[in-house]
């Protein structure tokens, strides 16, 4: 039987991070396939994932746990007749729900070892409220609180109190007797994305959870959550000096920028990361695409607009779509 894992968790907690970090590293000789699914039309994690692993199936325009459940289905498929992997890793987008996606797993005859809930341990408080981050957590039996790097001891054990709060009140229960799914539920720390390898060992069986919540009726959760996206092309001849005075203002209800550029004065295309404030930056050579970064937050439209007047760098395309 093929085994999977889903890995969810907000935007830009480090989902990709743990996949391009951690899991090669524990798997070395299984044929591994990746699926992603990005928030926004344009996918940009599937380039760097494509990187590090050779069959990396990218969903985007959409949600898989919602509009592309039969896209999803679909690919999984096909990758399964293609490449014959022997395990495979499902990266949501950071504004879908793990359940519905862990059903139609098992309804292809895959089994899920593990549900896993990326935490960013920094800006955890400032997404926290957020329904689909309470789902998320809700939805997963094993919970990596991830860039303990930036915050101290206290914080972090601060963090591991609110989690479990969350996790009991949010866990997805069995319609039938009340009881929660999983069993039991496990935390492990992370620092860019590296656990221990517990964490892909499975701690429930399947038997556990089949039959569980036949009935869950899944909502479609971007009627009730307000994540919009914006796409912005970037200008040629620019500097990389002109990208990262755009980075330095970026207004709080944006919470996350992907993106990658091209700028006169480095050789290769740049990966651009932007989460809660900090930044991180990737060369990326073989890029052959246009130059645009993805500004995804709450009610972003007018104030990615008024990021495109003061940078002249910025443009919005003729037919702009603002999806959630
Ligand atoms: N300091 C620090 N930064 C991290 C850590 N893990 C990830 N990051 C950074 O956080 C940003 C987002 O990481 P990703 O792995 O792209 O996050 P993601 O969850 O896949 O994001 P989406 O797919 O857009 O939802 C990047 O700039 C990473 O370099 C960590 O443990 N510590
Ligand atoms: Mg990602």
Redesign the pocket.
């Known amino acids: 039987m093929i085994s999977s894992f889903i890995i969810t968790?907000f935007?830009?907690?480090?989902?990709?991070?743990?996949l391009t970090n951690s899991v090669k590293q524990y798997f070395p000789d299984k044929k591994i396939a990746i699926v992603v699914n990005?928030?926004g039309d344009i996918g940009v994690?599937s380039k760097i994932l494509s990187n590090v692993y050779s069959e990396v199936l990218e969903i985007s325009e959409g949600c898989i746990c919602c509009q592309l459940a039969e896209e999803f289905e679909s690919g999984v498929r096909e990758i399964i007749e293609k490449y014959n992997p022997e395990i495979i890793f499902v990266?949501t987008?950071?504004a879908s729900e793990p359940f519905p996606i862990f059903m139609s797993l098992q309804n292809l005859g895959i089994s899920v070892d593990g549900v896993i809930c990326?935490v960013d341990a920094k800006n955890f408080s400032s997404y926290k409220d957020n329904s689909t981050a309470k789902y998320q957590l809700g939805g997963a039996n094993i919970i990596v609180l991830?860039?303990?790097?930036?915050v101290s001891e206290e914080e972090a054990l601060a963090v591991e109190i609110e989690l479990g709060e969350i996790k009991e009140k949010y866990n997805i229960k069995n319609t039938f007797t009340g009881k929660a799914i999983f069993k039991n539920y496990v935390v492990h720390r992370?620092?860019?994305?590296l656990v221990n390898k517990e964490v892909f060992e499975g701690i429930y069986r399947v038997e556990d959870v089949v039959k569980l919540a036949e009935d869950f009726q899944h909502l479609d959760h971007t009627i009730k959550d307000s994540l919009t996206q914006k796409v912005a092309y970037l200008k040629e001849d620019i500097v990389f000096a002109d990208v990262d005075a755009v980075l330095e203002n970026i207004p709080k209800n944006i919470y996350?920028v992907?993106g990658v550029i091209k700028v006169t004065d480095v050789p290769n295309a740049i990966f651009v990361?932007y989460?809660f404030g900090?930044?991180?930056f990737e060369e990326l050579p073989d890029y052959e695409g246009k130059s645009l970064l993805i500004f995804i937050g709450e009610d972003i439209d007018r104030n990615v607009a008024s990021l495109c007047e003061k940078h002249e760098i910025l443009n919005l395309p003729m037919f702009s779509t603002s999806k959630s």
């Open positions: 968790g935007l830009g907690v480090g989902k990709t991070t743990m990005e928030f994690d990266e987008s950071g990326v991830n860039k303990t790097d930036l992370a620092e860019q994305g996350r992907k990361n989460s900090d930044v991180s």
